[in-house]
């Protein structure tokens, strides 16, 4: 089948920015934090298609994938798939980068593999998948993905694969903290493997990844992650009022975190 680019949906490069300014103001009032563990390895590779493909614990994954995108992969173009009834309803997402699948039906399958595999043939995009398919709880063993990445990866000879672990968690503030994980990237040249060992083979990988972020995200230290985005702190109200109103009488400067300080 050969590339094509036709398929692609085209991202308007304004609209792109609006919609991350806006989706990083948007988790900064539902998040004390958007964090990025400095553990993680992703590097994409110059002239080389990269290919995120994560967990899905909550509605919450694309707005973090907005936020990752910008910080981390700013030079790419970045594309995803996204059901194809809520395309219909938000068409300006086409202009974002989504392209409409139909969930659980041949076409659907079809429609994937065609623009996923246009997708990759540029050198510099970004594809990011929910590889499950479905919420999934982050604790959830093992690990299961449905099958269309690996599908994928048996049609393309070149691109760089990272798993991407997610969760969001509280720590010691009224807001949950957003927290990521990139496992070690995999150099991707193309396999005759079945798709069931190339799939299970991902699995391995993203399970990894969700491992460490819950070993770091279990330590409660901001120390051993990078913040990309900060919200506020406090409880906000006439708690917050009474503290600082304390503050001031004995002549201290007003802290609202409720607990450590952030790095």
């Known amino acids: 089948m050969p590339d094509e680019p ?18 990083a103001r948007y988790l900064k009032r539902h998040f004390h934090a958007v964090r990025l563990s400095k553990q993680s390895s992703a590097a ?12 899905h614990p909550s509605w919450w994954d694309p707005m973090i994938c907005l936020a990752l995108a910008g910080s ?19 068409r300006f997402f086409k202009r974002l980068g989504f392209f409409g699948v139909e969930p659980g039906t041949r076409r659907g399958a079809s429609t994937f593999l065609r623009t996923a595999r ?12 929910t590889a499950q398919g479905q919420f999934t709880d982050v604790r959830a063993r093992p690990v299961r993905l449905m099958p269309g990445l690996s599908h994928l990866l048996r049609h393309i000879t070149r691109a760089t694969i ?25 150099d991707w040249s193309g396999s005759d493997q079945a798709a069931a060992d190339i799939c299970a083979m991902l699995e391995r990988r993203l399970e990894t990844a969700q491992d ?5 995200s279990s330590r409660r230290d901001a120390n051993n992650f990078t913040t990309l985005l900060s919200g506020s702190v406090g409880v906000g109200g006439p708690y917050d009022l009474w ?9 201290q400067k007003f802290d609202a975190a409720h607990g450590r300080a952030d790095s």
């Open 212 to 216: 460490a972020l819950a070993e770091l």
């Open 6 to 23: 036709d398929i692609i949906p085209r991202v308007w490069p304004w609209l792109w920015r609006g919609f991350s300014s806006y989706g």
């Open 72 to 90: 981390r992969f700013s030079k790419l173009r970045h594309f995803a798939p996204i059901d194809a009834a809520m395309l219909d309803k938000y």
């Open 118 to 129: 246009a997708i990759c043939g540029q050198p510099d995009t970004a594809l990011w998948i």
């Open 243 to 251: 503290r600082r109103t304390k503050a001031w009488a004995r002549g």
């Open 162 to 186: 990272i798993p991407l672990a997610v969760e969001y968690i509280f720590w010691d503030e009224r807001l949950p903290e957003a927290v990521a994980h990139f496992g070690p990237p995999l």
């Open 44 to 55: 994409p590779q110059a002239g080389v298609p990269t290919i995120v493909y994560l967990n």
